[in-house]
């Protein structure tokens, strides 16, 4: 009988280890972005004034794929064609012919995903265009403080030429109202 117990309490706690490192693998490697193949084309009502490109980590709960599209109605509203892109999609490795590109996706540990930070380090695009980056989290620290926020959702090496016109981290239910003052300042 102890047996029998000793045996079903080894085996629940095989599992929960297995979980765990299953679980902080999935996103250290940012295993979900991998399923970010994808893309869909956004037309504006009225006459273009741009085109944009939307790129997106989804993340776990899908919360950046959300505030991605998000950003990408307010650029269409705006007047832009939006390419909303998964980050592992053919959309998002060809950023030619864009006036405006952003890209986010999910904190994890006090820095942005594996791909968004990837993404960014490579990064090169013609002069002239805007580039903003945005964040989803938990943590409102490093909401307000720009200088925190870039180190955090848009890390990039100190050699690095990039310009980065506009960074936001959203969290709670003003969601929306703070990714349209977003892009307001990308478009500035
Ligand atoms: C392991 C782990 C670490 C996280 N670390 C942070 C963090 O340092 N700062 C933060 O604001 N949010 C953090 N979060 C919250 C995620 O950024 C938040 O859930 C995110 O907006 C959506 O990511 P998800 O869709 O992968 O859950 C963390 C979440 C997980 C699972």
Do not use: C
């Not at 991998?34 to 084309?41: K, M, Q, R």
């Not at 273009?48 to 599209?69: C, F, Q």
Request: net charge neutral; aromatic share 6%.
């Amino acid at each position: 009988m102890d047996m029998k117990i000793g045996k079903t309490l080894g085996i629940g706690a095989t599992l929960v280890i297995v979980v765990i490192f299953a679980f902080v693998g999935a996103i250290f490697y940012d295993v979900v972005s991998y399923t970010a193949i994808g893309s869909e084309t956004l037309h504006p009502n009225g006459t273009e004034v741009g085109k944009a490109l939307v790129v997106y980590d989804p993340g776990i709960s899908g919360a950046a794929r959300n505030a991605a599209g998000t950003i990408s109605g307010d650029l269409q509203a705006k007047g832009y064609t939006v390419d909303l892109a998964g980050i592992r999609s053919s959309k998002a490795a060809n950023i030619s012919g864009y006036n405006v590109i952003v890209v986010g996706g999910p904190i994890y540990a006090g820095n942005a995903s594996t791909s968004v930070q990837a993404y960014l380090k490579t990064l090169n695009p013609a002069q002239g265009t805007k580039v903003g980056v945005f964040a989803t989290g938990q943590n409102p620290d490093t909401a307000n403080d720009t200088v925190l926020l870039m180190k955090e959702a848009a890390p990039i090496p100190d050699n690095s030429t990039l310009q980065i016109n506009a960074v936001v981290k959203v969290y709670g239910t003003d969601d929306n109202q703070k990714l349209a003052n977003f892009v307001n300042t990308l478009l500035q």
